[in-house]
T-cell receptor, first 113, second 113 residues
Framework: DSGVTQTPKHLITATGQRVTLRCSPRSGDLSVYWYQQSLDQGLQFLIQYYNGEERAKGNILERFSAQQFPDLHSELNLSSLELGDSALYFC????????????FGPGTRLTVL | AQSVAQPEDQVNVAEGNPLTVKCTYSVSGNPYLFWYVQYPNRGLQFLLKYITGDNLVKGSYGFEAEFNKSQTSFHLKKPSALVSDSALYFC???????????FGSGTKLNVKP
């Protein structure tokens, strides 16, 4: 158990809908990262937050947004969902914002029908 | 463009034999290099990292990796493979002074008894 929790574990929804994925980092970790893992795209870095502020942005679509709250938990919002958004979404956390290893949560499997 | 390449989709090795999982990278500046392992239906787990210093890095579960700057490689190795090492292995790179992470496509390691 990495100490990172993600909810829900599974999510099934329809195209055009909006969903929110939630992540709680390990105790003491200030950075939260979001990743998308799909069969055709592999593991893609989406975005990083550090202590409530956006730190780095990767291949995140404009339909997607994230935030980190004062208690350091984070939410990833996915809107206007398309079939191609079906994937496993991972959250990871690390102590700081630089070179320390990340601890990954178990992931949320999103299925868009 | 910054990238990470894992040239082998799959590596097969017999238990007790040495294993190597290959990774090459292309980034501007000095890289931070990582190896992660993913077991079925689980999040990624950190194995080891190279930031600076000795080119041979030792990590979890008996794994090690060698940083080769001239060949821009960071191959993962283990002297004696175990069946329980069978999993999906990801190489990742983070650019110094930048915060984006790039993951390789992953290499499936099969260790046969």
């Amino acid at each position: 158990d990495s100490g990172v929790t993600q909810t829900p574990k599974h999510l099934i929804t329809a195209t055009g809908q909006r969903v929110t994925l939630r992540c709680s980092p390990r105790s003491g970790d200030l950075s939260v990262y979001w990743y998308q893992q799909s069969l055709d795209q592999g593991l893609q870095f989406l975005i990083q937050y550090y202590n409530g502020e956006e730190r780095a942005k990767g291949n995140i679509l404009e339909r997607f947004s994230a935030q980190q709250f004062p208690d350091l938990h984070s939410e990833l919002n996915l809107s206007s969902l398309e079939l191609g958004d079906s994937a496993l979404y991972f959250c990871a956390s690390s102590v700081d914002r630089t070179d320390n290893e990340q601890f990954f949560g178990p992931g949320t499997r999103l299925t868009v029908l | 463009a910054q990238s990470v390449a894992q040239p082998e989709d799959q590596v097969n090795v017999a238990e007790g034999n040495p294993l190597t999982v290959k990774c090459t990278y292309s980034v501007s500046g000095n890289p931070y290099l990582f190896w992660y392992v993913q077991y079925p239906n689980r999040g990624l787990q950190f194995l080891l990292k190279y930031i600076t210093g000795d080119n041979l890095v030792k990590g979890s579960y008996g794994f090690e990796a060698e940083f080769n700057k001239s060949q821009t490689s960071f191959h993962l190795k283990k002297p004696s493979a175990l069946v329980s090492d069978s999993a999906l292995y990801f190489c990742a790179v983070r650019e110094y002074n930048f915060n984006k992470f790039y993951f390789g496509s992953g290499t499936k390691l099969n260790v046969k008894p």
